[in-house]
């Protein structure tokens, strides 16, 4: 499909590029509190997984595991949140969140309210390891 003008996911990456291949990108979402938030983000502009056919759904959902298995073994979260919502930028993008019990929001959604004040220095601590499985990320993605 071509891209839509007025989506922002058409437009630019949407984060702090991971990995780009040739039907879909992963980035580092900036989002505040949660240091390990990433997208999956289809190239093309489609609203919804079933726009896709089987073998691209396989290869996008290949993709998702794969960011989850690299945040799994490098950052050992108590959970990995995967969400494909859409409703804010109808283009399809998937993600994927590390989260931790000292997360601000654990065991709440990350678009819930707050439970608890941040832990900047626990952040900073994950922050610090994002490179290592970032690394991972991009070997096994290549190999998709």
């Not at 499909?1 to 990995?19: F, N, R, T």
């Not at 608890?116 to 994002?130: G, H, I, N, T």
């Amino acid at each position: 499909m071509a891209p839509a003008p007025s989506c922002p996911l058409c437009a630019q990456d949407g984060g702090q590029l991971v990995w780009r291949g040739a039907k879909l990108r992963v980035i580092r979402a900036d989002e505040a509190g949660f240091p390990a938030f990433y997208r999956v983000v289809w190239h093309a502009h489609v609203a919804e997984f079933s726009d896709l056919n089987a073998t691209d759904r396989a290869h996008c959902m290949d993709a998702v595991a794969l960011v989850e298995q690299a945040l799994r073994e490098h950052l050992q979260p108590v959970k990995i949140n995967l969400a494909a919502l859409g409703n804010m930028v109808p283009h399809l993008h998937w993600h994927v969140i590390a989260r931790f019990g000292w997360d601000s929001h654990f065991p709440a959604p990350v678009w819930a309210a707050a439970q608890r004040e941040r832990a900047a220095e626990r952040e900073e601590q994950v922050r610090s390891q994002l490179a290592r499985a970032e690394a991972h990320m991009g070997l096994g993605l290549a190999r998709l």
